[in-house]
């Protein structure tokens, strides 16, 4: 029988192990603890972690934050683990890599969590960086070519833009400069939270009334820079309202149009131009009017959809599967889709 050095077990095996596992395994001996801490390890954990197996779904209810399994093939909720967090009231905006960065409701601070690890991190600073307002803000979490994870957050006040950008690991902010066009500070505007891919972050820029403008706004991760970009054909009356994936590190968005009965479009983003990848059937009245938002995997061809309320509905498609893939948060929902990892929200 072979014997396994520590080095080959530790990036061969225990990087493709459950996050609870790695955290048991910190326990053997100090060796083990200081190898299952390095940056390298958390990073090729990470992207091993990626895969529909390790997803998980929580739920911020009045009393308690609960952690559930999905069930890839169907779409239901396994058992929940109730998941200790010294704060309840709080708004879920992006996740990346197992981190979640959200805001307390009652003091707007700005977090990052792992409800994994349960370790979180105030990202709010005496200067007044790091205060999140609702109907006002949007954030954006991403990772840079330093492996280095930063929270875009583009403020609306007094009727202009305040753009900052924190560093883990300087575990400080600082400001950047944002063009774009000024009538989207309007607080006639909506902005989405930021879908991050590839290196890219997305948001969507919407005027609140038929037939108002729509636009998607991208800023590159590495170069800090700002372009905007159409949005699919939509009509030019009634309803419609677009949300952005990442599927596969392309950039997707349903499109969802109507009111008594719903049309959803899947569109992919290629070279700046949207493609139509497929039209689902209608969906039948689900008294929400168009508000859904689809938050599920696509497993054996078919995609799940969530409204407000929480309800999952079946799409039928021709589509080959795909691995998986999640949503950025929940809109007017409490809870995210996140994958379980043992990052750090600090250094």
Same mark, same amino acid.
């Given at each position: 029988?072979?014997?396994?050095?520590?080095?080959?077990?530790?990036?061969?095996?225990?990087?493709?192990?459950?996050?609870?596992?790695?955290?048991?395994? *910190? /326990?053997?001996?100090?060796? #083990?603890?200081?190898?299952?801490?390095?940056?390298?390890?958390?990073?090729?954990?990470?992207?091993?972690?990626?895969?529909?197996?390790?997803?998980?779904?929580?739920?911020?209810?009045?009393?308690?934050?609960?952690?559930?399994?999905?069930?890839?093939?169907?779409?239901?909720?396994?058992?929940?683990?109730?998941?200790?967090?010294?704060?309840?009231?709080?708004?879920?905006?992006?996740?990346?890599?197992?981190?979640?960065?959200?805001?307390?409701?009652?003091?707007?601070?700005?977090? $990052? %969590?792992?409800?994994?690890?349960?370790?979180?991190?105030?990202?709010? *600073?005496?200067?007044?960086?790091?205060?999140?307002?609702?109907?006002?803000?949007?954030?954006?979490?991403?990772?840079?070519?330093?492996?280095?994870?930063?929270?875009?957050?583009?403020?609306?006040?007094?009727?202009?833009?305040?753009?900052?950008?924190?560093?883990?690991?300087?575990?400080? #902010?600082?400001?950047?400069?944002?063009?774009?066009?000024?009538?989207?500070?309007?607080?006639?505007?909506? %902005?989405?939270?930021?879908?991050?891919?590839?290196?890219?972050?997305?948001?969507?820029?919407?005027?609140?009334?038929?037939?108002?403008?729509?636009?998607?706004?991208?800023?590159?991760?590495?170069?800090?820079?700002?372009?905007?970009?159409?949005?699919?054909?939509?009509?030019?009356?009634?309803?419609?309202?677009?949300?952005?994936?990442?599927?596969?590190? *392309?950039?997707?968005?349903? $499109?969802?149009?109507? *009111?008594?009965?719903?049309?959803?479009?899947?569109?992919?983003?290629?070279?700046?131009? %949207?493609?139509?990848?497929?039209?689902?059937?209608?969906?039948?009245?689900?008294?929400?009017?168009? #508000? /859904?938002?689809?938050?599920?995997?696509?497993?054996?061809?078919? %995609?799940?959809?969530?409204?407000?309320?929480?309800?999952?509905?079946?799409?039928?498609?021709?589509?080959?599967?795909?691995?998986?893939?999640?949503?950025?948060?929940?809109?007017?929902?409490?809870?995210?889709?996140?994958?379980?990892?043992?990052?750090?929200?600090?250094?």
């Amino acid at each position: 029988m072979v014997d396994l050095s520590v080095e080959i077990i530790v990036s061969e095996i225990l990087t493709r192990v459950p996050a609870k596992v790695v955290g048991r395994s *910190k /326990c053997v001996c100090k060796e #083990w603890c200081a190898l299952l801490s390095t940056q390298e390890f958390l990073r090729v954990h990470a992207n091993r972690s990626l895969n529909s197996s390790n997803q998980r779904i929580l739920f911020v209810g009045d009393h308690s934050i609960s952690v559930h399994p999905i069930n890839v093939q169907s779409g239901v909720y396994g058992p929940s683990t109730i998941v200790s967090f010294p704060f309840n009231d709080i708004s879920i905006h992006s996740h990346l890599n197992g981190l979640l960065c959200l805001h307390l409701n009652n003091t707007s601070e700005l977090l $990052l %969590w792992n409800p994994i690890t349960r370790a979180y991190k105030h990202l709010s *600073k005496p200067d007044c960086h790091g205060f999140f307002e609702h109907n006002s803000d949007t954030i954006g979490l991403y990772m840079d070519a330093y492996d280095d994870y930063k929270v875009l957050h583009v403020k609306r006040r007094c009727r202009a833009f305040v753009v900052s950008i924190y560093s883990r690991k300087l575990d400080s #902010w600082r400001n950047i400069h944002f063009i774009t066009e000024p009538e989207y500070v309007n607080p006639t505007f909506s %902005w989405s939270t930021g879908t991050l891919c590839c290196d890219t972050l997305y948001f969507t820029v919407c005027e609140c009334y038929v037939g108002g403008k729509n636009v998607v706004i991208c800023f590159d991760v590495n170069s800090e820079e700002f372009k905007e970009i159409g949005f699919p054909p939509v009509p030019s009356t009634g309803f419609y309202y677009g949300e952005l994936i990442n599927v596969k590190n *392309k950039l997707h968005m349903f $499109l969802s149009t109507g *009111k008594n009965e719903i049309l959803i479009d899947l569109w992919m983003l290629e070279k700046e131009c %949207w493609k139509k990848v497929f039209s689902c059937p209608p969906v039948p009245p689900i008294s929400l009017s168009i #508000w /859904c938002n689809i938050n599920h995997f696509m497993t054996n061809g078919n %995609w799940f959809m969530m409204t407000l309320r929480g309800k999952l509905y079946e799409i039928e498609t021709d589509e080959e599967p795909f691995e998986c893939f999640y949503h950025t948060h929940f809109r007017n929902f409490s809870g995210a889709m996140f994958v379980q990892t043992i990052v750090s929200p600090s250094l």
